[in-house]
């Protein structure tokens, strides 16, 4: 698998960009979410994600922080802007929502990705 992405590189980056920045608005308030599926599809979500980074960026784990955490922000703020001034939202805009968001969630694909070319598989991706 990972032969597949360094063969397609720009378009594996292309979609992994826009998928952050997708997922960055959708999933923003995750802190309040009691939905299980949801979380759990979220989880799965990042972990492919972070697979894709390791066959794009191969030991550059600063990268893979940076661009994660940008695109997040992008996504954020255009979830933001489209909901500005709801109440909801305001609800949802303090220091310990946003944190979770553009801290946590980078922290966790960059710790798949660390993990990630550790595991032994006895089939080959």
């Known amino acids: 698998m990972l032969k597949l992405i360094e063969d397609n590189r720009k378009a594996f980056m ?3 960009y826009i998928f952050l920045v997708l997922y960055g608005g959708i999933t923003f308030p995750t802190i309040y979410s009691s939905d299980l599926i949801f979380i759990a599809t979220m ?18 784990p600063l990268v893979v922080f940076s661009s994660a955490f940008l695109f997040n922000l992008v996504g954020l703020s255009l979830r933001v802007i489209l909901e500005w ?41």
Request: proline share 3%; aromatic share 20%; with cysteine.
């Open 14 to 16: 292309f979609s992994n």
């Open 85 to 125: 001034g709801e109440y909801s939202m305001t609800r949802s805009l303090n220091f310990l929502t946003v944190g979770f968001h553009l801290i946590i969630i980078p922290l966790f694909i960059l710790l798949i990705y660390l993990i990630w070319p550790k595991i032994k598989f006895k089939t080959k991706f």
């Open 43 to 60: 989880i799965v979500s990042y972990v492919y994600l972070s697979v894709i980074f390791c066959g794009l960026f191969d030991r550059n």
